[in-house]
């Protein structure tokens, strides 16, 4: 062999050296990034466990006091423990915070169907919590229809303004009536007439959980009060909020009493001066993980139970 090919062979296995080198650098390297984005990966799940459990312990925090407030009261008003925000509170590694909202105080949507067909009180009290917001009569009329077939078991449409699913199916994008209750108050957008700026026009004031709910006048805002005692303006009705926060009604008889036209005759078995329905929000925030929890409770006994819960 003249040295011209040994040359070349040296030459090749240099370079065929210096790949091998590269070579093994990059797989280095590349276990070394696979490596450090599998520790990621294990630490945002292990914060994610974290902040879980933080937003988890926040609610069951509220569960306690609204336990507590149980046994120690009999009439539920916004002076209580439990209308009070928690702050958000340094853990080591993070922060929770919590806080309870009330949602007896509000007309519930699924309340305006029953088993065996309509609630004609409470429809009435939706219709006039319509007008107090501003919503013209007929408009109120039409809006009620359609809410009633969504929430109805038929699939009849009402009329005027009612809605099922052939209404429905027509749309764009097309859908079907639910035929059942209302899982969330955001779900009357789906529902013909319930424009977005209607639903949040209306959200303070209306709840949607199980069918049965009382409305708590200890709690309710002055156009939920105009709109369960009929008669009664809104003007009027924000007097007695403003006599409410002196005392308390301690029961729905005191309630009636303190009307300021004894002439005005509410249904008092709808009423109520105790609250059952409360949504317990849980922020947590753990590592690099932020969490939010809200769940449904229903203090139906002392210890309130889980309607459902989401993490948000």
Do not use: C
Request: charge should be negative.
């Amino acid at each position: 062999m003249n040295a011209r090919n040994r040359f070349r062979q040296h030459g090749a296995a240099v370079i065929l050296a210096l790949l091998t080198v590269a070579l093994v650098a990059g797989l280095a390297a590349a276990s070394v990034g696979d490596l450090g984005v599998a520790m990621d990966q294990v630490t945002g799940r292990h914060d994610q466990a974290q902040a879980r459990q933080l937003a988890r312990g926040a609610v069951d925090w509220a569960r306690n006091v609204l336990s507590e407030d149980a046994r120690s009261s009999q009439v539920d008003h916004l002076g209580e423990a439990w209308a009070v925000k928690v702050p958000p509170t340094p853990v080591e590694e993070g922060e929770v915070s919590g806080e309870l909202q009330e949602l007896s105080g509000r007309l519930n949507l699924n309340n305006l169907v029953l088993v065996d067909g309509t609630d004609i009180v409470e429809v009435e009290h939706f219709q006039r919590l319509l007008v107090v917001l501003g919503v013209g009569e007929g408009d109120a009329l039409n809006l009620t229809a359609a809410l009633l077939d969504w929430l109805d078991a038929d699939d009849n449409p009402r009329l005027p303004g009612g809605a099922e699913s052939a209404w429905y199916g027509a749309q764009t994008p097309p859908r079907r009536a639910a035929n059942g209750p209302l899982v969330a108050v955001n779900e009357l957008i789906q529902v013909r007439g319930f424009s977005p700026q209607l639903v949040a026009r209306l959200a303070p004031f209306v709840a949607a959980v199980p069918a049965g709910a009382t409305v708590n006048v200890n709690t309710a805002p002055a156009e939920v009060l105009a709109a369960v005692v009929p008669g009664l303006s809104l003007d009027a009705a924000r007097l007695l909020i403003v006599e409410r926060g002196r005392a308390w009604f301690k029961d729905v008889n005191d309630f009636k009493a303190r009307l300021p036209n004894q002439a005005l005759q509410p249904d008092l078995n709808r009423l109520s001066v105790t609250s059952r329905h409360f949504v317990a929000t849980g922020r947590a925030r753990f590592g690099v993980a932020m969490v939010r929890m809200e769940v449904l409770l229903e203090r139906s006994q002392n210890w309130p139970t889980i309607v459902w819960q989401k993490l948000l």
